[in-house]
């Protein structure tokens, strides 16, 4: 497997600013966070809670060759996908100092390809609809696995590891601050065990 086009500064400077464009309130901007923003966010979180969003699922369907991978043995990231379920995240208040900064440095993370699409959703918290920021998977991007079995997914999460360390170490640290915002995924939590018995296959 081959890495991945990068987009350029300028595409995603200009990506940032038809998102911005589109915000409902530009002065308050909070994230939808559901995999490793979680527990390593890369800006100075205001607030955190817990949060539903209805019509997507959290799946484990992005090919990481440089991060939790390489292009001989790549892993796996997880991604938003269209469902007829809800995923449990956590919504990330962004700061009112710095928001451009943060904003920016969330671009570089997450628009470093074009497998994740910027969008604004409706998400439930407490009860309340708010609008936040999130990134949804473009099925239709070659990094975007697709539907793999259990059994694929748990073999290249078992023995990736990339320049951020093991793809196996993002999946537990995933599943442990789920587990700290009181979220409980069984599905990540069930591939966990299979990534850990080398026999189950």
Same mark, same amino acid.
């Given at each position: 497997?081959? /890495?991945?086009?990068? &987009? =350029?500064?300028?595409?995603? !400077?200009?990506? $940032?600013?038809? @998102? ?78 710095? /928001?451009?900064?943060? &904003? =920016?440095?969330?671009?570089? !993370?997450?628009? $470093?390809?074009? @497998? ?86």
């Amino acid at each position: 497997m081959k /890495r991945f086009d990068h &987009l =350029t500064t300028r595409e995603r !400077r200009q990506s $940032l600013q038809h @998102v911005i464009e589109l915000a409902p309130d530009p002065e308050t901007i909070s994230l939808f966070a559901y995999g490793s923003l979680i527990w390593r966010p890369c800006f100075e979180v205001q607030s955190r809670n817990k949060a539903i969003l209805h019509g997507y699922r959290r799946d484990l369907c992005v090919y990481t060759v440089e991060a939790r991978g390489t292009p001989g043995n790549p892993g796996l990231g997880l991604g938003l996908r269209v469902d007829s379920g809800f995923c449990e995240g956590v919504l990330l208040l962004l700061p009112e100092d710095g /928001r451009s900064e943060a &904003l =920016t440095s969330i671009w570089e !993370r997450e628009m $470093l390809t074009a @497998v994740y699409q910027p969008k604004w959703v409706s998400v439930e918290v407490e009860s309340k609809i708010t609008t936040a920021l999130t990134f949804v998977v473009d099925e239709f991007h070659p990094q975007c696995a697709g539907n793999l079995s259990e059994e694929t997914q748990a073999v290249m999460i078992r023995s990736a590891v990339g320049e951020l360390g093991s793809c196996r170490d993002y999946l537990v640290n995933t599943i442990d601050a789920l587990r700290s915002a009181k979220i409980q995924d069984g599905l990540l939590e069930r591939l966990l065990r299979r990534v850990n018995n080398k026999t189950i296959e």
